[in-house]
T-cell receptor, first 112, second 115 residues
Framework: ETGVTQTPRHLVMGMTNKKSLKCEQH?????MYWYKQSAKKPLELMFV???????ENNSVPSRFSPECPNSSHLFLHLHTLQPEDSALYLC???????????FGPGTRLTVL | AQSVTQLDSHVSVSEGTPVLLRCNYS??????LFWYVQHPNKGLQLLLK??????LVKGINGFEAEFKKSETSFHLTKPSAHMSDAAEYFC?????????????FGKGTRLSVIA
């Protein structure tokens, strides 16, 4: 396993729930990322943080809200999700942008 | 703009036979290229990385890839497949000073290994 951890590993939520995904990296990196991986679709970059500042937001719906309180932690706050949001959500970190990214194991999200 | 094309969505090989997963890239700058592997319900693990040093790159688990600029290719190979190699493989390009997306992922190639 890598130095990137994600919790929870599995999450089932209703469309009216509010939940948060957590990512922590123990590698001393400065950049962190959220990706969405849906069945039979390419990996989708959602958000990029560099030195705790958001540098990219790829037209992600506002029901997904990222938070990066420090360079080691990244959250993805979820509210009023839709069934099509069910996917594997992967967190990654890198020393700098365009450097090698190291991935966490992912959170398998199911929206009922 | 940079892009990556993985030429096969699914490759099936017998155990003990060679593996070839094909990847072509498009980039206006000197790229860094990666191969990642993803086992079922797991995150992505880095197999190997090319960053303009030696064109033949050796990775983990016996995999290697050769950067061929003239062919804009970065194919992944392994001399002898093992059952544990069955997974999804992603070819990835990274371009410094690209502006927006740090990494561009291919759509993936699913490798099946038959006993």
């Amino acid at each position: 396993e890598t130095g990137v951890t994600q919790t929870p590993r599995h999450l089932v939520m209703g469309m009216t729930n509010k939940k948060s995904l957590k990512c922590e990296q123990h590698l001393g990196h400065n950049a962190m990322y959220w990706y969405k991986q849906s069945a039979k679709k390419p990996l989708e970059l959602m958000f990029v943080y560099s030195l705790e500042e958001r540098v990219e937001n790829n037209s992600v719906p506002s029901r997904f809200s990222p938070e990066c309180p420090n360079s080691s932690h990244l959250f993805l706050h979820l509210h009023t999700l839709q069934p099509e949001d069910s996917a594997l959500y992967l967190c990654a970190s890198s020393q700098g942008l365009a450097d090698t990214q190291y991935f966490g194991p992912g959170t398998r999200l199911t929206v009922l | 703009a940079q892009s990556v094309t993985q030429l096969d969505s699914h490759v099936s090989v017998s155990e003990g036979t060679p593996v070839l997963l094909r990847c072509n890239y498009s980039s206006s700058y000197s790229p860094s290229l990666f191969w990642y592997v993803q086992h079922p319900n797991k995150g992505l693990q880095l197999l190997l990385k090319y960053t303009s040093a030696a064109t033949l790159v050796k990775g983990i688990n016996g995999f290697e890839a050769e950067f061929k600029k003239s062919e804009t290719s970065f194919h992944l190979t392994k001399p002898s497949a093992h059952m544990s190699d069955a997974a999804e493989y992603f070819c990835v390009v990274s371009v410094r000073n690209s502006g927006n997306t740090p990494l561009v992922f291919g759509k993936g190639t699913r490798l099946s290994v038959i006993a």
